[in-house]
């Protein structure tokens, strides 16, 4: 048994634990593995166990270092492609995240099978059992082994591991007797039962009487759509399975054992109309034609490439997208496309199962844990070659990779707000790299970065200029709402414009959005007497009134408390609520227009899925007239009934703090006008705003694109900010304050120190984050410009050297790269 001290050097390998530790680990390999790059293995960490990929052999060993053995590997495979591994280790690397969290988003797996080695019985085994059995008890040896055998006996397949422990030595005797074989067995996690379930139909007119918890069941389904997992519904509806049951058996709700096949079946259902035979592909125009012969011998080409379709809205960028995934699949490669919020966008999925049928993969977030497990082994196996998903899904494992297209590349969900802290557009680019295809960027409003690539020759640029079948973009107009207020003194949320047109709208039966960026009845509940908001326990904001909860939340923790009858800070009951969200809107509209049909779309609707696709689906069908929402209503739909675009505040984002506040306004304005006369009829936009002469506001309402880029582009020159200058935020953040202060003065000596040898570098702060302090813990700021990306990197890399030396632990430190926020 002493092999294991004299192990050949080449049983060390690099392993990426997943857990929050800066650089990868060594431990020792059992000689009898066969593992490789990519593989998910089970090692001792500490006290516990941890799972960890596998990086390579290694024979550098920093001296006095015990080197632990590891434990099992997890899958029969390797999970991640040496190509993943790869991209893995770029990330951890640009963006200084902890390889095993990377590698932990990048895996959204459970342990789907593990092996089990099971021992049987031989021939011989049973004759030697039987031998003992007739024979009189002789030696304990002898013993031993007729109990192992009559243990076997008993329970054929035990495990290896229990006979070894029960009966260690009689084991190793059997073995060599030949009494015993050993199979490995590929053996299935064991899994509590999980069931789906969805309402049987309609409800009937007289329902019978139910008691309250299957009520709560009833009305959890309806509101929420079908569930693919019973148990999350029997929490919220605080149920348990045999009501369920009960309810199975009255024929209201069904349950199954094999879900639905995924949550795209709901979707298919009520697409069936469209997608029956599949629709067919409309002629190409001129223009799509063009760019797609610009784009096809760059994809056959098989290098790697970057290019940047700006197409304004309604210039058909979709079409350009399947077809270049089309001819992906032709030539036998597989392709990629990422989309912000997919949840969102229910008629692209339509049009993806229409066009590929069971080639597609769906992965995102909004999927249960066995949808996601499915899909994403369906993409290992190569069952699936096309993979429409969100952010995460630009780690899907397809293999032989054609292209990676990024819709709406612009869109600030495509950066990760946690560790690791990635741009999914960006990863997206690498990946491309390391698989030598083409990265498609697709935008109306391209960030300034990738319009910066492309005007640098980095990127290639292609345009479409027009919209689709002659089709105009929305004219726009301006509304002054400070002009208003002088007319009018009073403060409406609508002008008397936007007003009479929307009543115009409704007698034509045309419909209506309204776009109004901020969810919740009430911005915040206001003491008159002491002037104090009701604010978040966790974070340095005011809590925001929800009148369908009627409470008060936090849109950052998520905290949430009662409305309180008194100012808890001074008893006085004069309390006032302040500002409009999209839920008063939607209230003071239905008012407002009686007989109009008022509907709501932001991120508390979306919430409930079932109503979420109902509101899409009816608005489609031109059963709501009036659709008031936030930015989700802005991305990407195509309404073609919608012929007026009301933007109720159009500079809500321009106040922040924010050196990207005029991009994200111009791009939002852009966006929304463009949901404007996308049918036959033309459309119209209106724009209130008090700052009727901001840049954002003027050129978006003239959808001027370049020159809104070029204004842009001077100022960040000018204030040394992106894509011009390399960013990163850097924040120091505890739940104690002296803590988090500690940190901060520790990174400001480091920083001090250093200064001298990164003469480009600028370094802004300490000073409290804009937002000083969420989720309970305290935040105090960094800002990081450099005129070199290089130095801006090694800088980091010493920081997070220094932060391991002085005992920072990676959560109390957080760096990001590329910010996108700096909030
Ligand atoms: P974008 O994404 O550029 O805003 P879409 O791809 O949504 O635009 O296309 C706008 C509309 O034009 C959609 O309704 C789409 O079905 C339609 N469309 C696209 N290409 C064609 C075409 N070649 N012929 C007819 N209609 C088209
Ligand atoms: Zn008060
Ligand atoms: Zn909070």
Request: charged fraction near 25%.
């Amino acid at each position: 048994m002493d092999r294991v001290s004299n192990k050949p050097q080449d049983s060390l390998y690099d392993v990426a634990v997943m857990a929050a530790i800066r650089h990868p680990l060594t431990y020792r390999f059992p000689p009898s593995w066969t593992v490789a790059t990519g593989q998910r293995v089970l090692v001792p960490l500490a006290t516990r166990k941890a799972t960890g990929i596998v990086l390579g052999p290694t024979s550098k060993l920093a001296p006095g270092i015990e080197v632990r053995e590891a434990l099992r590997t997890l899958d029969p495979e390797p999970a991640l492609s040496p190509e993943l591994v790869r991209l893995g280790l770029w990330i951890s690397d640009y963006y200084l995240a902890p390889p095993g969290e990377v590698f932990r988003a990048m895996l959204p797996l459970r342990q789907e099978t593990r092996r089990a080695r099971q021992v049987h019985l031989t021939e011989e085994g049973r004759r030697k059992l039987q031998e003992l059995a007739a024979g009189p008890p002789e030696e304990s040896n002898t013993s031993q082994d007729a109990a192992l055998l009559a243990y076997l006996d008993r329970r054929p397949g035990a495990s290896f591991e229990i006979l070894q422990r029960k009966f260690p030595d009689a084991y190793a005797r059997a073995l060599d007797e030949k009494w015993v074989t050993v199979e490995e067995v590929k053996k299935e996690r064991s899994r509590r039962q999980v069931f789906a379930v969805r309402l049987a139909g309609p409800l009937p007119e007289h329902p019978p009487r139910l008691s309250p918890v299957a009520k709560r069941i009833m009305e959890a389904l309806e509101q929420q759509g079908p569930a693919e997992d019973h148990r999350p519904l029997l929490e919220s509806a605080r149920a348990q399975l045999a009501s369920l049951r009960k309810l199975g058996q009255k024929g209201l709700i069904e349950l199954s054992e094999s879900g639905w096949q995924g949550a795209h079946s709901v979707l298919r259902e009520r697409d069936a109309p469209e997608t029956a035979g599949g629709t067919p592909a409309p002629r190409l125009t001129p223009a799509q034609s063009a760019v797609l012969a610009d784009l096809f011998p760059r994809l056959d080409s098989g290098g790697f490439g970057v290019v940047l379709l700006h197409g304004i809205t309604g210039s058909g960028k979709t079409e350009i997208y399947l077809h270049l995934i089309a001819r992906c699949l032709e030539r036998g490669r597989s392709a990629l496309m990422l989309v912000p919020e997919i949840a969102l966008t229910p008629a692209m999925q339509s049009l993806f199962y229409s066009r590929f049928g069971d080639e597609v993969a769906l992965l995102h977030s909004g999927l249960t844990e066995r949808e996601r497990d499915d899909a994403w082994w369906r993409v290992r196996h190569g069952q699936a070659r096309v993979v429409l998903g969100t952010r995460s899904a630009v780690f899907a494992p397809l293999a032989n990779l054609g292209t990676v297209i990024v819709d709406e590349e612009h869109d600030s969900s495509y950066k990760q707000d946690e560790t690791p802290r990635y741009h999914g557009r960006d990863v997206a680019v690498v990946r491309a790299q390391y698989a030598g295809a083409l990265a498609l960027l697709g935008s109306a409003t391209p960030s300034l970065e990738s319009y910066w690539n492309a005007q640098e020759g980095k990127y290639h640029l292609a345009k479409l200029e027009e919209r689709i079948a002659g089709r105009k973009l929305a004219s726009v107009e301006v509304v002054d709402m400070r002009q208003e207020f002088r007319e009018t003194h009073t403060q409406m949320p609508l002008s008397r414009k936007l007003e009479e047109e929307i009543e115009a709208q409704l007698r034509a039966s045309a419909q209506t959005m309204l776009l109004l960026n901020r969810r919740g009845y009430s911005w915040f509940l206001l003491c008159r007497s002491c002037g104090q908001t009701q604010r978040c326990v966790n974070c340095s904001v005011s809590l925001t009134y929800h009148r369908r909860e009627h409470r008060l939340s936090c849109h950052y923790c998520g905290y949430s408390t009662a409305v309180p009858s008194h100012c808890p800070a001074c008893g006085s009951e004069y309390l006032q609520y302040v500002g409009e969200g999209t839920e008063k809107i939607e209230h003071k509209f239905a008012e407002l227009f009686p007989g109009a049909r008022v509907a709501r779309l932001d991120r508390d609707v979306a919430r409930r899925r079932g109503e979420f696709l109902r509101v899409l689906d009816e608005f489609r069908r031109g059963k709501i007239d009036i659709l008031v929402g936030t930015q989700l209503i802005a991305k990407g739909h195509d309404f073609p009934g919608v012929t007026l675009v009301g933007v109720l505040s159009a500079d809500i984002g321009l106040g922040l703090p924010d050196f990207r506040a005029a991009e994200r306004t111009f791009q939002l304005v852009t966006q929304v006008a463009g949901r404007a006369g996308r049918g036959e009829a033309p459309g119209r936009v209106l724009v209130q705003t008090f700052y009727p002469e901001h840049y954002a506001i003027r050129l978006a309402a003239d959808q001027n694109y370049s020159g809104f880029f070029s204004k842009e582009m001077g100022f960040r020159r000018m204030m040394h900010y992106p894509p011009l200058t390399a960013l990163a935020n850097i924040v120091a953040q505890h739940e104690k304050l002296e803590r988090a202060a500690q940190v901060a003065k520790e990174m400001g000596d480091f920083f001090t120190k250093v200064e001298a040898q990164f003469p480009g570098i600028k370094i802004l702060g300490p000073g409290p984050a804009p937002l000083a302090k969420v989720e309970r813990r305290y935040r105090i700021q960094f800002l990081l410009k450099s005129n070199s990306r290089a130095n801006l990197h090694a800088l980091l890399k010493q920081l997070v050297h220094h932060a391991t030396q002085s005992a920072i632990q990676p959560r109390e430190i957080m760096i990001d790269v590329d910010p996108v926020n700096i909030m």
